[in-house]
């Protein structure tokens, strides 16, 4: 019975041991403001560059709203817009005489490490705006792309964002390695 005894303080005292350990770990790094996963941005504001949201169908989405800037890997200016999508503001009624292109695709797409207005989907707009065959319209090429994404996920934002934009065509782009 003595050896039950000293082996159920043994276990007791190990299982103390690691939830003090747990405990004192947690509130040393909550203490020190370490957060696990953000990564803090090298401007003033110090905006964390985890600009990813929960999203019921998806996994995650843009945050929508959120803005900093990008410098891991080129750099630029990142805003996302009300709906979630990084690119400009869009009426998600198509206005009259509108030629509209919708953008699915993954970071490719999402092009964080960018300025907007060198990404290939705002590219693709300025051409088409300038080309003979489409004259006297106008053209809006929206950004659907979001960093990860596969093409299920693409296909979830197909039928649960995108259809509300009403796009006369629908790009899927993505990358392929080999």
Not at 33 to 50: M, Q, R, W, Y
Not at 138 to 161: A, C, D, M, P, W
Request: charged content about 25%; proline content about 3%; glycine content about 8%.
């Amino acid at each position: 019975m003595n050896k039950l005894n000293n082996l159920t303080i043994n276990i007791g005292l190990i299982f103390a041991a690691l939830i003090t350990g747990i405990l004192g770990g947690e509130i040393g790094l909550r203490v020190a403001k370490i957060e696990g996963l953000k990564k803090v941005n090298e401007d003033a504001s110090h905006k964390p560059t985890i600009f990813h949201t929960y999203d019921h169908y998806r996994g995650w989405a843009l945050q929508p709203g959120f803005t900093a800037w990008w410098r891991e890997e080129g750099e630029a200016y990142i805003e996302i817009n009300s709906d979630g999508l990084r690119d400009y503001e869009y009426s998600k009624i198509k206005p009259e005489n509108t030629l509209r292109i919708a953008i699915l695709g993954d970071s490719f797409a999402e092009a964080v490490q960018m300025p907007i207005e060198k990404t290939f989907w705002s590219i693709i707009e300025g051409k088409l705006t300038k080309c003979d065959s489409i004259a006297n319209r106008k053209v809006e090429v929206i950004n659907f792309g979001v960093h990860g994404y596969s093409t299920v996920q693409e296909l979830l934002t197909l039928r649960h964002q995108v259809w509300d934009y009403n796009p006369d065509i629908v790009l899927l782009a993505f990358f392929y390695r080999k």
